[in-house]
T-cell receptor, first 115, second 111 residues
C-alpha cells in the first residue's frame, strides 16, 4: 500500500471556525491532490500540487487554500468552515514520472462535519 | 474543461450476470483513462487503465476499451460476483497530471 496518511480522520466543527487537514506521504511522489466526495457528485478536485510550493486550483477551490512546504506534506485549510463543506476529503498522490502507471494512490479519507 | 460522465446508479444485478457501466469523456488533449473502485468505508483503488486510443485495460475479469471515436471507456464484466459490489468511478488524467472523476456508479450484486 502507498504510504499516505490523512489526519484527522474525523472532525466535527462549528460554522466559522478554521480547519486544517493534513496529508502526509512517504513515497516521495511529486504530485499531491485534495478531493472532496459528496453523494451524486463523485470526487471533485479542490487543489493540487505539482511540487514544493507549486499548487493550482481545481474544480471547487472556493473557500479552500493549500500549502506544500515539503514534498511529503500537503495541507488543506478551510479558513472559515461552512455547512456546505461537510464532506469526506481524500488526499491522493501520483509520481507523474514518464513511463509509470499514471495511477493515483488515495488516502483513507477525512470525514468533516460542519455544524 | 475536461470532464467525465458516467451512468447513474445504482445498478442491481444477480450473480453471474453481465455488467456494463457506461463512461464518456470530454478532453482537449490526449488523456489517459481509468476505472477506480471504492469498497465500503475505503478509499479508491485502481481497477484498470488505458493510456491511448484502442488500448484495452483489464483486471479481475473487468475490461474497458479506450474508444477515441466515441470518446468512451465503458466498463464490462462477463459474470459478476457478490464481491464485486462497490462504487465504480471512471476517470481521466489530462496532460497536466490532473485527474477528473465521474460521479460514480454503485453496483449491487445479489446472490
Amino acid at each position: 500500500d502507498a504510504g499516505i496518511t490523512q489526519s484527522p480522520r474525523h472532525k466535527v466543527t462549528e460554522t466559522g471556525t478554521p480547519v486544517t487537514l493534513r496529508c502526509h506521504q512517504t513515497e516521495n511522489h511529486r504530485y499531491m491532490y485534495w478531493y472532496r466526495q459528496d453523494p451524486g457528485h463523485g470526487l471533485r478536485l479542490i487543489h493540487y500540487s505539482y511540487g514544493v510550493k507549486d499548487t493550482d486550483k481545481g474544480e471547487v477551490s472556493d473557500g479552500y487554500s493549500v500549502s506544500r512546504s515539503k514534498t511529503e506534506d500537503f495541507l488543506l485549510t478551510l479558513e472559515s468552515a461552512t455547512s456546505s463543506q461537510t464532506s469526506v476529503y481524500f488526499c491522493a498522490i501520483s509520481s507523474g514520472l514518464a513511463g509509470d502507471t499514471g495511477e493515483l494512490f488515495f488516502g483513507e479519507g477525512s470525514r468533516l462535519t460542519v455544524l | 474543461g475536461d470532464s467525465v460522465t458516467q451512468m447513474e446508479g445504482p445498478v442491481t444485478l444477480s450473480e453471474e450476470a453481465f455488467l456494463t457501466i457506461n463512461c464518456t469523456y470530454t478532453a482537449t488533449g490526449y488523456p489517459s483513462l481509468f476505472w477506480y473502485v471504492q469498497y465500503p468505508g475505503e478509499g479508491l483503488q485502481l481497477l484498470l487503465k488505458a493510456t491511448k486510443a484502442d488500448d484495452k485495460g483489464s483486471n479481475k475479469g473487468f475490461e474497458a476499451t479506450y474508444r477515441k471515436e466515441t470518446t468512451s471507456f465503458h466498463l464490462e464484466k462477463g459474470s459478476v460476483q457478490v464481491s464485486d459490489s462497490a462504487v465504480y468511478f471512471c476517470a481521466l488524467k489530462d496532460n497536466f497530471n490532473k485527474f477528473y472523476f465521474g460521479s460514480g456508479t454503485k453496483l449491487n450484486v445479489k446472490p
